[in-house]
């Protein structure tokens, strides 16, 4: 359904703007009370008061939505997850409920080491359909726009699988998906104790391929004790940075590494995970365009301290949220229960959480000015709740509160 036209919305909550929002900016939902937008094919072409006249010349060419006592909103963004994989990893999670830490299953060869392995033996249909069963789940809890990374490869042939099998869905599936190539997530053990070799092979014979076949428009790397080193994530970042690539980083997840103020400094679109970032990695991301995307569902099943959101908003960076689906250290893309974590854990407001999973999280994606807010112009990505207000998102506890997703094709 391309035109339609909501009226009588109780709560329209805009989310206005074409940039990331920062600091105190954050809590400016743009709600207009009884309103009414209109999409034409596929485009929101009006936002406003509701009012009985329809502006629009051919109102029989559009279906009409009463929202009575109900709230709307730009449909969710789910700016980082691990979509596309092989097999699961529930010993695992068993381990580390037991105290095994997530690092040391992976040094013993599990983590993401098993689910590459997983990924290696999937064929493209397996992988394709597992991920297109997660994708309807999303969009039911009213994501219009995901991000889906590679990296559960690390060779070039199933690297360009994962991300060839993106390409089909976005191509299939309603839900819109930003691609990123995420070889750096791991050393693969062909190339053990030699990081500087896997990058090289990485620049030279599988990032030129994802470019030419324009399979991932972002690439990121796992900087991590242990992993990728600060400076081999800086070198490795600006060389697919001068290939074209737009940056993101797993940045100071387990062990602060300077992995915020590296993404500030070379321009990324997003730092993701920080759960342990410093105050001087803070203070760059706030002074920087960098969004701050943070993964309370990560902490939540791995048991660790929250990423301190409050204090990061507080400080005037621009914040994001996003589920981090994998298969090993947040096997979920619950957005209601991301909302809730943000909002008891991390001391977000509800206005702030709603920021971080539209406005905020399109510019995590370079998106701002296409997705992410009820504005003119904009993709008619639109979901309506049960509800009369957005505070409802945190109150109904890890409960979906999205009735409908309208999800515009104007991409066909
Ligand atoms: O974002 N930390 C690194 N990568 C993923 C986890 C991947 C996995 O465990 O399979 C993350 O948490
Ligand atoms: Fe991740």
Known sequence: MNNYIIQNITQLVTCSGSSAKHGRK???????????????????????????????????????????????????IDSHTHLVFGGYR??????????????SIMNRGGGIYSTVHATRNASFEELESTAKIRLDKMLAMGVTTVEAKSGYGLDKETELKQLRVLKKLNAIHPV??????LGAHAVPVEYKDDEKAYI????QEVMPIVRKENLAECCDIFCEKGVFSTQESESFLLSAKAMGF?????????????????????GALSADHLLQASEKGIEALANSDTVATLLPCTAFSLKENYAQGRRMIDAGCAVALA???????????SIPLTIALACIYMKLSPEEAVTALTINAAAALGKADSIGSIDLGKKGDLIILEFPSYKFLPYHVGTNCVEKTFKSISNY
């Open 176 to 181: 819109d998906i930003v691609s990123t190539y």
């Open 246 to 266: 737009q940056l993101k980083i797993h940045a100071d997840e387990i062990v602060a590494t300077g992995g915020a103020e590296l993404a500030a400094s070379i």
């Open 26 to 76: 954050m809590s400016d939902l743009g709600v207009i009370e009884n309103g009414m937008v209109v999409v034409t094919n596929g485009i929101i072409s009006y936002v406003g008061h509701s009012s009985k006249q329809f502006p629009v010349d051919h109102p029989e060419d559009y279906e009409i939505i009463d929202a009575q006592g109900k709230a709307v909103l730009p449909g969710f």
């Open 323 to 333: 589920t981090d689906l994998n298969p090993g250290s947040s096997f979920t893309s």
């Open 90 to 103: 529930e010993e695992e999670f068993s381990w580390r409920m037991r105290g095994d830490s997530y690092m």
């Open 200 to 203: 090289d092979f990485m620049l």
